[in-house]
Nanobody, 117 residues
Framework: QVQLVESGGGLVQAGGSLRLSCAASGRTFSTYLMGWFRQTPGKEREMVAFINWSGSVTEYVDSVKGRFTISSAANTVYLQMTSLKPEDTAVYYC????????????WGQGTQVTVSS
């Protein structure tokens, strides 16, 4: 089991920044990738970015490239979000994956990010 706890969400004006954190505990040694997803009402959950613990593997959805940065340190994964847009408003979830593929095994409870125009 891996437990994931997100923090750092909130309300910010367009153009502002936020940093999300995801603290992982439990069997973290079995984790292959850590990812951030987001979801808005009526839409499917979207992968935002993922990373491995060493930081040698990262990937971003096109809409956040150049604005968001994912990083990892000491069993914590961060998502630094800059130049935020109203369309970034969503509940952001942290997830972990044991084996590279479509299945993400563990999820956090989510943290709300609201970007006002």
């Amino acid at each position: 089991q891996v437990q994931l706890v997100e923090s750092g969400g909130g309300l910010v004006q367009a153009g502002g920044s936020l940093r999300l954190s995801c603290a992982a505990s439990g069997r973290t040694f079995s984790t292959y990738l850590m990812g951030w997803f987001r979801q808005t009402p009526g839409k499917e959950r979207e992968m935002v970015a993922f990373i491995n613990w060493s930081g040698s593997v990262t990937e971003y959805v096109d809409s956040v490239k150049g604005r968001f940065t994912i990083s990892s340190a000491a069993n914590t994964v961060y998502l630094q979000m800059t130049s935020l847009k109203p369309e970034d408003t969503a509940v952001y979830y942290c997830a972990s994956q044991r084996v590279r593929g479509p299945i993400w095994d563990y999820w956090g409870q989510g943290t709300q990010v609201t970007v006002s125009s």
